[in-house]
Each structure stands twice: as C-alpha cells, then as structure tokens.
C-alpha cells in the first residue's frame, strides 16, 4: 500500500477552521484517499474520501492537491468534539481493508 | 450513516478461558467484516478478513488456531480468542463493508479485552 505521512499532532480553538494535512507522494492513479477519525476509547469513524476532485460533506471538506500527492481535510469550525486522531489512508484498488498509519492528534482548545 | 455494533464493550476474562466478541451490521448487509486489534498509543492493525460464507483471511503473524472468526449471515460476524493470555488484552475493534458505489468501511465502537 501506498504511505501516507501525516503531522503527529495538532492543536486548534475552538470555532476556527483546522486544515490538517496529509502527504501520499507515492499515490497510484486508482487509490482513494479516506480519512477516518478515532475519538478516545472508540472505534473509528468515516468522515470524507475522494479520488481526484475536492469533496465537501457534513462533517468536512476534503482538498485534493492536482498531482494528488497530498490532501488536506478541513473542518470548518472546530469544536471540542473534534478532538480526535484523524487518519488519512490511500485504499488500493482490489484491497479492501484499510492499512492504518500513526495519524495526527488534533487537540482543541477552548 | 451505517451502524455496526459491538458486544461485549469490555470483558474480563481469566487466563486459559475464551472469549467470544461479536459483531453486527445493524442497518446493512455485509458480505465482508475486518477484524482489528489496537494496543495502548498504537495504530489499528489488521487481523483477518471475514467473508460470509467462506474462510477468514488472517494477516502475517495472526494465529488463525488462536483468533477464530466465524461469519455466518450477512449480519454478524464473531471473533474468539482461544485459551486467551495476558498478552492478549487489546482493544479489539470490528468494521463492515458497505457495498455499492462507495464501499465504505463503518467501524464498530471496539470491545476491551483484559486478560487477568
């Protein structure tokens, strides 16, 4: 599987935007980019994916560099809800599970 | 979004005896459920693969004598751990594949497994 490199750590306040990025210089043309969050003591969970265009759900945005080689996941207005670790994984194609790396911890501040 | 579910959320358990954890796809069917195993300040790592009907597929190093994994309907899959040691206390965490165009994985909330 393609490597993704992700900052250990970020901190945010509250009610700010948090761009948290993510590099993937090795990414093939058929790989998602999916980023999942993991809150303390829980399971990880969905937030956005995309392959090649900018993406835009509920929860986030996600922007996808032209290359491809990097993405960014934006949350738009933090809150203390969102302190998490947020994991950006390349999913290949005809391999379905996901291999996950260290990620970033984003701590909120209030 | 989908739901799966989890049970137990924790279980203490003796060394020697055996655990069972299930897993549940609540408003999905899922012809394919992971198995993850976390330790304490480390990533997720992939046990085995469960395809409904057929075999697991374990990953490198996973003892698949040790890790029975069973997944019968489209529901539910569950993972024993067999004659379980101390070292065998993780966070033992199920996803499913939501089929169709997104095939995306929905993870359950984790059970704790300590081992005494």
């Known amino acids: 599987d393609a490597k993704t490199t992700q900052p250990n750590s970020m901190e945010s306040n509250e009610e700010e935007p948090v761009h948290l990025p993510c590099n993937h210089s090795?990414?093939?043309?058929?790989?998602?980019i999916h980023w999942y969050r993991q809150l303390p003591s829980q399971g990880p969970e969905y937030v956005i994916h995309?392959?090649?265009s900018n993406v835009n759900n509920r929860m986030a945005s996600l922007a996808i560099a032209e290359d491809r080689k990097s993405s960014t996941l934006i949350l738009h207005r933090a809150t203390l809800r969102d302190a998490a670790v947020y994991y950006c994984?390349?999913?290949?194609?005809?391999?379905?599970?996901?291999?996950f790396g260290s990620g970033t911890r984003l701590q909120v501040q209030p | 979004g989908a739901v799966v579910s989890q049970h137990p959320s924790r279980v203490i358990c003796k060394s020697g005896t055996s655990v069972k954890i299930e897993c549940r796809s609540l408003?999905?069917?899922?012809?394919?459920m992971f198995w993850y195993r976390q330790f304490p300040k480390q990533s997720l790592m992939l046990m085995a693969t469960?395809?409904?009907?057929?075999?697991?597929?374990?990953e490198q190093g996973v003892e698949k004598d040790k890790f029975l994994i069973n997944h019968a309907s489209l529901t539910l899959s569950t993972l024993t751990v067999t004659s379980a040691h101390p070292e065998d206390s993780s966070f033992y965490i199920c996803?499913?594949?939501?089929?169709?165009?997104?095939?995306?994985?929905?993870f359950g909330p984790g059970t704790r497994l300590l081992v005494l």
């Open positions: 994984i390349l999913r290949a194609t005809g391999r379905r599970a996901l291999t």
């Open positions: 408003d999905f069917q899922a012809t394919t």
């Open positions: 090795t990414i093939s043309g058929t790989d998602y």
């Open positions: 996803s499913a594949l939501a089929g169709g165009m997104r095939e995306t994985q929905y």
């Open positions: 469960s395809n409904e009907g057929s075999k697991a597929t374990y």
């Open positions: 995309g392959l090649t």
